[in-house]
């Protein structure tokens, strides 16, 4: 199989985020980044299944120069090459565009699969996996659990509500994004670190892709949250306190 991982590289968790002027992104300068832990489990995923079925993995990323990190991370975990498609802005994109520019890059690689994360951990759209299916015209399954490839088919198991599961098929070639937990990722070993240095990763211009950067959504601000303390007291009967308790939990709270 021919598998290509679209992994993103975000903010650290850990890491002091300050606004810029004007509210639409975060300050980068000194502060660390990660690999977006949701595309750590596809890539997870994505070797197991290379493991038991032969083949290879690619790794895709989009962004600045730093965004290599993310991919020399995933050749080191076993991934056979990657394809950094540069951008130094784009933080800027929406889900269309950013999907519109990834399905421009690997239009000819013809992979037989292709593994998104369910979503990003910075600004968390939880589009661009399913956009990218689209654009493709291939089939696509969303929150997988668990992946059973037979011959050209797949057995999918995805995760619904309140504890549910869902078991579909779906042929190749397809786009799936992982659900967290599907897996437990690896960690690096020296030897693959050292391997990681002789893997191939491509670089393309994203402006070379003749993607249009018209944009179908924008952001208008971020913010830090406000820490806030309230505190009201319910006056009345049992009865009535218990009425308005269950008010302000279903239309206030937003718990019931």
Partial sequence: MRIGVCIKQVPAKDAPLAI?????????????????????????????????????????SMGPERAKQTIKEALAKGAERGIHISDPDFFKLDP????????????????????????????????????????????????????????????????????????????????????????KPRYATLKGIMAAKKKEIATLDRASLGVADRQTQRVERIYVPQKAKKTEFLTGTPKETAAKLIEKLRHEARVI
């Fill in 20 to 60: 810029v002027d004007g509210g639409t992104w975060i300050r980068e300068s000194d502060i660390g980044f990660e690999t977006n832990e949701p595309d750590g489990f596809a890539l997870e995923e994505a070797l197991r299944l290379k493991e038991k079925h032969g083949g290879e993995v690619v790794a895709i």
């Fill in 96 to 183: 269309l565009t950013s999907a519109r520019s990834l399905a421009a890059a690997i239009d000819k690689e013809n992979f037989d699969l292709i593994l998104t994360g369910l979503q990003s951990d910075d600004q968390g759209f939880g589009q661009t996996g399913v956009l990218l299916a689209e654009l493709m015209g291939r089939p696509h399954a969303t929150i997988i659990m668990a992946i059973e490839v037979n011959g050209d088919r797949m057995k999918l198991k995805r995760e619904l509500e309140a504890g549910w599961f869902q078991w579909v098929e779906v042929p190749l070639p397809a786009v799936l994004t992982i659900q967290s937990g599907i897996n």
